[in-house]
């Protein structure tokens, strides 16, 4: 079966130092792999999204970045935290099968980032 | 105009209450639509996935799509406790385009004994 694990789960910066949160899925191959941050009354904004290796879109003008150096990892980081960086980060995979009902997203457990 | 509306809530029912949560949607392209329930701190997880318009039924949750309305639903019988989340509409076009969904901010749902 088909696993995702994200971390850390819980992250307290200051503000202007780095980031780095990771992701990994395991048991697939060549899945779909996504960044969203959720934020109180905003639900789930999408970030980043990545169909390979190396194949990163980006969905919002941010202070993050992606990237994707294994089939099943992907990374989120940040150079410069900002305050408004603060939310909860979660990743998700999915598969691209044309299939109805095969390619549903499925989350990790989120990593929460508090900026100070 | 946001592509997804869902009311916030919250909304609060006794147990053993049947539960209706909603959302609205603007873009006709969507064609598959789901319903994912999250518990405080933790990821969302799918409870239930719908393309044609009418109902699903998997135990006591019910999904109801109105493509004609851009309306979609879920229902909730006998509620319970342990239901006490929030629930998030989600839905996407065809396939294709990195499968990216668009989602609702959520209904935060709190069933009391």
């Given at each position: 079966s088909q696993t995702i694990h994200q971390w850390p789960a819980t992250l307290v910066q200051p503000v202007g130092s780095p980031l780095s949160l990771e992701c990994t899925v395991e048991g697939t191959s060549n899945p779909n792999l996504y960044w969203y941050r959720q934020a109180a009354g905003r639900g789930l904004q999408l970030l980043f999204y990545s169909v390979g290796i190396g194949q990163i879109?980006?969905?919002v003008p941010q202070n993050l970045s992606a990237s994707r150096p294994q089939d099943r990892q992907?990374?989120?980081?940040s150079k410069k935290l900002l305050l408004s960086d603060s939310g909860f980060y979660l990743c998700?995979?999915?598969l691209e099968t044309g299939v109805p009902g095969a390619n549903v997203l499925t989350f990790g457990?989120?990593?929460?980032?508090t900026v100070l | 105009q946001k592509e997804v509306e869902q009311d916030p809530g919250p909304l609060s029912v006794p147990?053993?209450?049947i539960v209706?949560?909603?959302c609205t949607y603007s873009n006709s392209a969507f064609q598959y639509f789901m319903w994912y329930r999250q518990y405080?701190?933790?990821g969302p997880e799918l409870l239930m996935y719908t393309y044609s318009s009418g109902n699903k039924e998997d135990g006591r949750f019910t999904a109801q799509v109105d493509k004609s309305s851009k309306y979609i639903?879920?229902?909730i019988r006998d509620s319970q406790p342990s239901d006490s989340a929030t629930y998030l509409c989600a839905m996407k076009g065809f396939t294709g385009g990195g499968n990216k969904l668009t989602f609702g901010t959520g209904t935060q749902l709190k069933v009391e004994l």
């Open positions: 879109s980006s969905e992907f990374i989120l980081s998700a995979w999915s457990a989120g990593s929460r980032l | 147990e053993g209450a209706s949560l909603n405080s701190r933790k639903s879920l229902f």
